[in-house]
């Protein structure tokens, strides 16, 4: 599935130029008007290009609208200036946007900071809190809570302390032992390797049931990884 981009703009070339060259870049252009509301039933995209000319304040607004709303506000939005107005840069940094680009520019620009945030969502970080952070999904390590769009997914300590080893190592597959000695620290000898099987099932389910999708991987005799696909 190709990386999907919205585009606000009231021009019909400015769209047409702007979803070829993503187009050609390997990306999804969908056409995205300031008085409707992002598709629903449908995966969050990757970001938002705003079209910002001279006198329209509708691509602050609609920039401040998607980072208040808590569905829409991990969702990268970039504003594209044109010659003459720049007056709209300061009002788009306040509405939140994550970069604003003057125009005329190298459409390269454009195209290395999409793939710069294809690369962060797909990499897990480490808050100044110690939380595991993975696109929308926030593991709390000091109140052992697990969020999702900051909705709680709420798991034994079991669960939860598979999880974070699973998290703080993603694309890693992690052995039954391995992750026996995450879980169950002071029982580690004592615990039968396939009673990791039993709870890394039921911490796959709670996980689904919120986020909509498996993001624990099996590999058959070797153990498990974080892995999910956005």
Same mark, same amino acid.
């Given at each position: 599935?190709?990386?999907?981009?919205?585009? *606000?703009? /009231?021009?019909?070339?400015?769209?047409?130029?702007?979803?070829?060259?993503? %187009?050609?870049? %390997?990306? @999804?252009?969908? $056409?995205?008007?300031?008085? #409707?509301?992002?598709?629903?039933?449908?995966?969050?995209?990757?970001? =938002?290009?705003?079209?910002?000319?001279?006198?329209?304040? %509708?691509?602050?607004?609609?920039?401040?609208?998607?980072?208040?709303?808590?569905?829409?506000?991990?969702?990268?939005?970039?504003?594209?200036?044109?010659?003459?107005?720049?007056?709209?840069?300061?009002?788009?940094? #306040?509405?939140?946007?994550?970069? =604003?680009?003057?125009?005329?520019?190298?459409?390269?620009? $454009?195209?290395?900071?999409?793939?710069?945030?294809?690369?962060?969502?797909?990499?897990?970080?480490?808050?100044?809190?110690?939380? $595991?952070?993975?696109?929308?999904?926030?593991?709390?390590?000091?109140?052992?809570?697990?969020?999702?769009?900051?909705?709680?997914?709420?798991?034994?300590?079991?669960?939860?302390?598979?999880?974070?080893?699973?998290?703080?190592?993603?694309?890693?597959?992690?052995? /039954?032992?391995?992750?026996? #000695?995450? +879980?169950?620290?002071?029982? +580690?000898? @004592?615990?039968?390797?396939?009673?990791?099987?039993?709870?890394?099932?039921? $911490? /796959?389910? /709670?996980?689904?049931?919120?986020? %909509?999708?498996?993001?624990?991987?099996? =590999?058959?005799? +070797?153990? *498990? +990884?974080?892995?999910?696909?956005?």
């Amino acid at each position: 599935m190709r990386p999907r981009v919205l585009i *606000y703009s /009231r021009d019909p070339d400015f769209f047409l130029v702007f979803g070829h060259i993503l %187009g050609v870049a %390997g990306f @999804e252009s969908q $056409l995205l008007a300031a008085d #409707k509301p992002l598709p629903q039933g449908e995966a969050a995209p990757l970001a =938002v290009v705003m079209d910002c000319q001279p006198r329209d304040r %509708g691509a602050a607004k609609l920039c401040a609208a998607l980072k208040a709303n808590v569905e829409t506000r991990a969702v990268a939005v970039a504003g594209l200036i044109a010659p003459g107005a720049s007056g709209l840069h300061l009002d788009l940094v #306040k509405a939140g946007a994550d970069e =604003v680009f003057s125009r005329p520019f190298p459409p390269d620009q $454009l195209l290395n900071w999409l793939q710069a945030r294809i690369a962060a969502a797909k990499t897990p970080f480490q808050n100044k809190a110690g939380d $595991l952070v993975h696109g929308d999904l926030v593991l709390e390590r000091r109140s052992h809570r697990i969020l999702f769009k900051e909705q709680q997914i709420a798991a034994p300590p079991i669960e939860f302390n598979l999880l974070c080893s699973l998290m703080a190592h993603p694309g890693t597959v992690l052995s /039954r032992e391995s992750l026996i #000695k995450a +879980a169950w620290p002071d029982r +580690a000898g @004592e615990t039968d390797i396939r009673g990791v099987d039993v709870h890394v099932a039921r $911490l /796959r389910k /709670r996980l689904a049931t919120v986020i %909509g999708k498996d993001v624990i991987r099996t =590999v058959r005799s +070797a153990g *498990y +990884a974080f892995a999910p696909d956005w």
